[in-house]
């Protein structure tokens, strides 16, 4: 390895405190990068890690060293990307919800790699909160305002969000009016990621906005299985409107008070501030930005 590769090993290391699964991230043998470590520690005649049995932290030494690194391989990398026949190539790694992923990215996906060959995708999936630098990952596209200060937020979209219930429940329950109509009537409660709390219903009054949190039976921490119990007739619920456009379609759902709608969701790309910008991820904020703006959010 010459000292740009080692570098960008030692930031790997910091970044996901694990000689595994740095030495995964860049295709090389765990020995390997032990071996690299140990002579860029003998070169500098500093200690760059700590290593415990389950993972590593670094030293003063290493922090200070891992931000110079950061900032070094930022500038190479630029200085790479102007050249005139720089192309996005390696592993770029994604974290999205899987219905966003299947409405709005794999679609277009065909054309994108076809046109960069020497990209590579790697697409995680879910509800959760994501470690972008413990978890190696590149970019996560997420609904909601982000209160991470480590990560650099682009705006992509607003998501239009709508209230729904089945055709059984409100059978059952009675269609609401207005939201001051709510009484005895029930919600499946989803629990945020983010707080571990049950989120209120949120609809849109003269004056603002009104949080209101009903009854419930089941509260759940996934989308998927929230759809699902709506469609089962659990009570209200809150979603984007693509989620439901099938189901309103086939009347497997109704809209609820839709002249009090959520306010929209923001929809963000999100990348840490600290790591250098490569020429794949650029490419690929560029082209997911287009898709989203042109979609029906």
Request: charged content about 25%; some cysteine.
């Amino acid at each position: 390895m010459d000292r740009f590769d080692a570098m960008r090993l030692f930031v790997r290391l910091v970044e996901r405190q694990s000689f595994t699964a740095a030495a995964a991230d860049l295709g090389i043998p765990r020995s390997t990068a032990s071996e690299v470590l140990r002579g860029l520690e003998a070169r500098l005649g500093a200690r760059l890690l700590e290593r415990t049995t389950r993972h590593v932290t670094p030293t003063l030494d290493g922090e200070d060293y891992y931000r110079r690194c950061v900032a070094i391989l930022a500038e190479v990398e630029e200085a790479e990307t102007t050249m005139r026949d720089a192309r996005p190539r390696g592993l770029l790694r994604i974290d999205a919800h899987p219905l966003l992923t299947r409405t709005f990215i794999l679609p277009h996906l065909p054309a994108f790699l076809a046109r960069y060959p020497e990209l590579e995708l790697q697409i995680g999936q879910g509800d959760r909160l994501v470690d972008l630098v413990r978890e190696g990952i590149d970019c996560v596209i997420r609904a909601g305002e982000s209160g991470d200060s480590g990560m650099i937020q682009r705006r992509l979209g607003l998501v239009e969000e709508i209230t729904v219930a089945s055709p059984t429940y409100i059978a059952s329950h009675g269609m609401p009016k207005t939201p001051d109509a709510l009484d005895g009537h029930q919600m499946i409660a989803f629990i945020s990621s983010r707080t571990g709390d049950v989120l209120p219903l949120e609809f849109s009054v003269k004056g603002g906005l009104r949080n209101v949190v009903l009854p419930s039976r089941v509260r759940v921490n996934n989308s998927d299985t929230m759809a699902e119990l709506a469609r089962l007739g659990f009570g209200l619920t809150q979603a984007p409107r693509y989620r439901f456009a099938d189901d309103l379609a086939s009347g497997a759902l109704v809209e609820v008070l839709a002249k009090y709608p959520p306010s929209p969701t923001p929809l963000s790309a999100l990348y840490p501030q600290n790591r250098q910008l490569a020429l794949r991820l650029r490419i690929f904020l560029d082209w997911i930005s287009g898709i989203f703006a042109e979609a029906k959010l």
